[in-house]
């Protein structure tokens, strides 16, 4: 397997010492990190990004939860462990042939390609400013997100209007309204907090805290709270 290539321990973020029950914790955590609902309806990530993500995270599992597959992925890899807690050997893995050379290198090269699915997203969505110890403190503190400080942080943090749009899925003129709290011309409540919550998870900022903070002034506005 080539070692350029993210292994299936990356896939996971798990060492590759990991005991079962690390390796699923890894599996649930990342699961969950490409299925919530919010990603299936207002992702950084299309729908086919996350879903060729899942099914990575399911094939890293599926090899890495049975021993005797992760024996010989190991082996494969030239991957053993030395601190007692498992060694691997292609002598040890010699009678599982379930996965075969092709087998593996097809994984390979699945692997290679889905990966970099993940990595030119975090790629895509990260953000590069100066950090303002005396703003971070202000936001880490905010218990409120009204449509002006939120574009104060998105200028903030070097991330302008086109971006935004690019990174949420969501149109530069719905970003406008709300920031400009035009609550009158946002759609639907429900849609109103998805967008809101990309766009504070754009920010690094809370979504959850975010979102409902917004959506009450939302309907405080429109007289339904």
């Given at each position: ?132 110890a005396s703003f971070e403190k202000e936001i880490e503190q905010a218990t409120e997100f009204p449509g002006d400080f939120l574009k104060s942080v998105r200028l903030y943090k070097k991330v302008e209007l086109g971006r935004m749009a690019d990174m949420t899925k969501i149109s530069k003129t719905y970003i406008r309204y709300i920031e400009d709290e035009a609550f009158e011309k946002l759609p ?38």
């Amino acid at each position: 397997m080539d070692s350029s290539a993210k292994n299936y321990y990356e896939i996971l973020e798990v060492p590759e010492n990991s005991s079962p029950e690390e390796i699923h914790r890894g599996y649930i955590r990342s699961k969950n990190a490409y299925s919530t609902d919010s990603l299936a309806l207002y992702s950084l990530m299309s729908p086919e990004e996350c879903n060729a993500v899942l099914d990575l995270i399911e094939e890293a599992y599926s090899i890495l939860s049975e021993t005797s597959k992760r024996s010989q992925y190991d082996s494969a890899r030239g991957l053993n462990t030395q601190n007692g807690n498992r060694v691997f050997s292609r002598e040890a893995a010699s009678g599982y042939d379930d996965l075969s050379e092709h087998t593996l290198k097809t994984n390979t090269t699945t692997t290679s390609t889905r990966s970099m699915t993940k990595i030119v997203a975090q790629n895509r969505f990260s953000l590069d400013y100066k950090i303002d110890a005396s703003f971070e403190k202000e936001i880490e503190q905010a218990t409120e997100f009204p449509g002006d400080f939120l574009k104060s942080v998105r200028l903030y943090k070097k991330v302008e209007l086109g971006r935004m749009a690019d990174m949420t899925k969501i149109s530069k003129t719905y970003i406008r309204y709300i920031e400009d709290e035009a609550f009158e011309k946002l759609p639907a409540s429900v849609y109103v907090r998805g967008f809101v919550y990309q766009y504070a998870k754009s920010l690094k900022l809370n979504p959850e805290l975010v979102a409902n903070s917004f959506l009450y002034r939302l309907k405080k506005a429109k007289g339904e709270h």
